[in-house]
T-cell receptor, first 113, second 112 residues
Framework: DPKIIQKPKYLVAVTGSEKILICEQY?????MYWYRQSAKKPLEFMFS???????DNQTASSRFQPQSSKKNHLDLQITALKPDDSATYFC????????????FGEGSRLIVV | QQQVRQSPQSLTVWEGETAILNCSYE??????FPWYQQFPGEGPALLIS?????DKKEDGRFTIFFNKREKKLSLHITDSQPGDSATYFC???????????FGDGTQLVVKP
């Protein structure tokens, strides 16, 4: 059974719309992350959260907003979608205090038309 | 500035050959270097890792060679199998509680 669940697996959205990508992890980790993967940048760090608090943000656009309602949830809200946002978005988690091994979900593939 | 660089971008070897994937990094404070393997349609998964106190780490057919002075490392895959065909990412960090920086990946194809 997958320990990191991402929903939806595939998503087609219209330019200008808003979507939320869901991530839940059942590994007991205290840190969660979002990465983006596209042809332009193979694995690009976006955000990291630790104990539900934002630790690091490398996303310039405020259109990307992470949301953590529970310690094992880290959703990603994307507003005013653009075709350039088309990518696969990976959620990851780790046990921040005992090593840096990242465990990735299977990704949410977003296509913006 | 790219913190971690990988070469080649793509590599094709025959089954049974040794594939050598290269990686270099900029920041001398990096002390943890994981390699991730990614198959199409899946997320990356940790394959093998090394800490800067070691110069070699072996796990079955996969070996990391680490040169701290030159800030270089390489992943050797011996007796390559078609099932090893994947994208391999070299990464680096300064240890726990620090961001992991990924290279751009090497796409490996192993031909039967």
């Amino acid at each position: 059974d997958p320990k990191i669940i991402q929903k939806p697996k595939y998503l087609v959205a219209v330019t200008g719309s808003e979507k939320i990508l869901i991530c839940e992890q059942y590994l007991g980790h205290n840190a969660m992350y979002w990465y983006r993967q596209s042809a332009k940048k193979p694995l690009e760090f976006m955000f990291s959260y630790s104990y539900q608090k934002l630790m690091d943000n490398q996303t310039a656009s405020s259109r990307f907003q992470p949301q953590s309602s529970k310690k094992n949830h880290l959703d990603l809200q994307i507003t005013a979608l653009k075709p350039d946002d088309s990518a696969t978005y990976f959620c990851a988690s780790s046990h921040r205090d005992s090593g840096n091994t990242l465990y990735f979900g299977e990704g949410s593939r977003l296509i913006v038309v | 500035q790219q913190q971690v660089r990988q070469s080649p971008q793509s590599l094709t070897v025959w089954e049974g050959e040794t594939a050598i994937l290269n990686c270099s990094y900029e920041d001398s404070t990096f002390n943890y270097f994981p390699w991730y393997q990614q198959f199409p349609g899946e997320g990356p998964a940790l394959l093998i890792s090394i800490r800067s106190v070691s110069d070699k780490k072996e796990d079955g057919r996969f070996t990391i060679f680490f040169n701290k002075r030159e800030k270089k490392l390489s992943l050797h895959i011996t007796d390559s199998q078609p099932g090893d065909s994947a994208t391999y990412f070299c990464a680096a960090s300064r240890g726990s509680n620090n961001r992991i920086f990924f290279g751009d990946g090497t796409q490996l194809v192993v031909k039967p």
